[in-house]
């Protein structure tokens, strides 16, 4: 199972392992209170992409199409995640405000 969570919002033990999939770290956030399991910077849209959309929901087609041309540059590390969450829940945790137009979000239907 997969699922995408805040990092803002709090951990619970049905998380399981969490993956943190945005390059910079959440502003405000301690790294011993955000429960993460591991920080995957390189499955995180490029800067310039990040960049470039600005959680403008406007661009959101274009990003989705522009992040998974650069998310079959990480193979590997996509399969590590189906992998995991094979085996448990896996919840790809970011920090945008934005819950329906954010990078986990793709991330995720990617992985389904």
Do not use: Q
Not at 36 to 55: C, I, M, Q, Y
Not at 77 to 86: I, N, R, V, Y
């Amino acid at each position: 199972m997969i699922k995408i969570k805040r990092v803002y919002d709090d951990a619970s033990p049905d998380d399981g392992f969490r993956v943190l999939v945005d390059r910079l770290w959440p502003r405000g956030v301690k790294k011993e209170n955000a429960h993460v399991d591991l920080w995957l910077k390189d499955v995180a849209p490029s800067t310039e992409l990040r960049e470039w959309f600005g959680h403008d929901p406007d661009k959101w087609a274009e990003f989705r199409r522009r992040y998974d041309a650069e998310l079959k540059d990480h193979r590997g590390e996509l399969d590590d995640l189906k992998s995991k969450a094979k085996h448990g829940t896996l919840t790809l945790v970011y920090g945008a405000k934005d819950t329906e137009h954010n990078n986990a979000v793709v991330l995720k239907d990617m992985l389904d």
